[in-house]
């Protein structure tokens, strides 16, 4: 049986779940601070992170996320049945690639980064860690995107 622990049961914490149903994990739970449907607190993911297959972080502000991130052992990655990932793609720990983003050839997406639904990483592109793409956004070919950014729905990033 696979397993997940999730922290952060927030909005994006049910997505999360959500897309990890559809990866095939049937046992998945929270840790939250504020979070009634929670096993825990966060503080506890020491705790109980060994009892699951893996653990992702599901908390959109970076700095948090990337506190959080440094501690965990088991950092799995999820991707959506209907996101398109290049074979040349490297896709780094703890990432969540949404339903219908595309990450094309020779993209680098480093660890605990969220690509959001329709998002395009296009060719030889570079998204660092603890960044988010937004819905929609397209990461130009070529550009890097710096650690903790968060390319905005709808907009094109590009560094040239």
Known sequence: MKSLLIIGAGGYGQHIKEIAELCGYSKIEFLDDNSPCAIGKIDEWNILQDMYNGCIIAIGNPETRK??????????????????????????DGCVIEAYAAINSNVKIMKSSYICAGAIVNHDAVVNSYCQVDCNAVVASGTIVPEKTKVQSCTVWTDK
């Open 67 to 92: 506190a959080i991130t440094e501690k965990i052992n088991h950092l799995h990655t999820l991707i959506h049945p209907d996101a398109t990932i290049s074979r040349s793609a490297i896709i780094g």
